[in-house]
C-alpha cells in the first residue's frame, strides 16, 4: 500500500484553491483551510497519490484529470441532511400546501416542489410525504425534485434507502405509510419514489437553470457557504422560478439583508418564507 502524506497547503496558495473551487460552484472556503485539507487527504488515499504535488500533476491528466477535479469537489460538499430537519419551515410548506389543496379542489393542476441543495434526499422525501398527504383527496397532480451539484449525492437519494438511524425522525405513522422495512434500513414505497426524481445541477449556473413554474421552492443549508452577494442573487433566481403566489423557504442565515420586491413576507416570523407576487 502506498503511503500517503497529509497534505499541507501553504498559506500563499491557498487563494488559487479558493478561487478555482469558488470559480466551479460558488461555494467559498474563506477560512477552511483544514477542510480542503481533509478532503484532498481522503482523495489521496482514494487514488492510492503519495503526496500533494503528485495530486496536483494529477489533474493535468485529460479526462482522468477532470475527473478527479470533479471527485474533489464531490468530497468537499457537506452532504448532510435529515427527514424534517427544521420543523417549523416544514410546517409552513404543510399550512401552504393545504391552503392550495383547499383552493386547488376540483381541479387537476400540476403542482411542482423544488428542494434545492437536496444531499441525500431526506429533505425531498420529507417535502413529498406532506404532499402526499395534504393533496390526498384531490386531483392534484403533484411532483418534487430534488438537485444537487453533488453527483454521489443525487445517486444516494434516487435510491431512498435509509438507515435507522438516518429515518429516527419520521414518525411511526409515516413509515408505515411511506416506507418498507428491508432488512435493518427503510426503503421508500414506490407510490412516494415514483412522485419524486433527483438530478445534478449547479447552483453557480442558476442564470441558466432550466426549472421553472415552481410552486413551492425549498432551500435550506445551502446558501450559507455562498458569499452573501452571490446567495442574495441565487435567491433572486429562485423567485424567478416560482409561479405568481409560489412559495420559496430559506433556511435560516441562509441571506442577509435579502429583499426582493417580487415576493412578500408569508405568515411567519419564525421562518423565512415569501410567497411570490
Ligand atoms: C448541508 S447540505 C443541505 C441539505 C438539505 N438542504 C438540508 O438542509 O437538509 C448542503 C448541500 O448543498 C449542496 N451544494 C453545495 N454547493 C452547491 C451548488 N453550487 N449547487 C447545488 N448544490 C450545492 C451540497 O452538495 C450539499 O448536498
Known amino acids: 500500500m502506498t503511503a500517503v502524506e497529509y497534505p499541507v497547503i501553504a498559506d500563499e496558495d491557498m487563494p488559487r484553491w479558493e478561487s478555482w473551487i469558488e470559480g466551479i460552484t460558488g461555494i467559498t472556503l474563506e477560512g477552511r483551510k483544514r477542510v480542503l485539507e481533509r478532503c484532498i487527504y ?51 410548506v404543510g399550512d401552504y400546501l393545504l391552503r392550495r ?24 422525501y420529507s417535502l413529498g410525504m406532506l404532499a402526499s398527504e395534504q393533496f390526498a383527496f ?17 445517486v444516494y437519494a434516487s435510491r431512498g434507502q ?6 429516527e425522525r419520521v414518525s411511526t405513522h409515516r413509515k408505515t405509510r411511506f ?15 415514483d412522485k419524486v426524481s433527483f438530478g445534478a445541477s449547479n447552483l453557480k449556473d442558476i442564470d441558466s437553470c432550466p426549472f421553472a413554474d415552481q ?4 432551500c435550506q443549508n445551502v446558501l450559507i457557504y455562498f458569499r452573501g452577494d452571490m446567495a442574495n442573487h441565487i435567491a433572486d433566481e429562485l423567485v424567478k422560478r416560482l409561479r405568481p403566489g409560489g412559495l420559496l423557504v430559506l433556511g435560516a442565515g441562509e441571506v442577509s439583508e435579502w429583499d426582493s420586491l417580487a415576493v412578500t413576507r408569508w405568515r411567519s416570523e419564525t421562518v423565512n418564507a415569501y410567497r411570490a407576487r
Open 42 to 92: 481522503q482523495r489521496l488515499l482514494g487514488c492510492g497519490v503519495p503526496s500533494l504535488e503528485a495530486y496536483q500533476r494529477l489533474f493535468d491528466h485529460g479526462v482522468e484529470g477532470d475527473m478527479e477535479k470533479a471527485a474533489l469537489i464531490d468530497q468537499l460538499t457537506v452532504k448532510d441532511s435529515r427527514f424534517f430537519r427544521n420543523s417549523k419551515a416544514m410546517d409552513a
Open 101 to 124: 389543496a383547499r383552493e386547488l379542489d376540483g381541479e387537476s393542476s400540476e403542482f411542482r416542489i423544488w428542494s434545492v441543495g437536496c444531499a441525500l434526499g431526506q429533505e425531498t
Open 138 to 154: 384531490t386531483e392534484v397532480k403533484w411532483q418534487v425534485l430534488g438537485t444537487d451539484i453533488s453527483p454521489s449525492a443525487v
Open 162 to 167: 435509509y438507515t435507522d438511524k438516518q429515518a
Open 179 to 193: 416506507f418498507d422495512k428491508v432488512d435493518e434500513d427503510w426503503q421508500v414505497q414506490p407510490h412516494l419514489r
Open 215 to 218: 410552486d413551492v421552492i425549498f
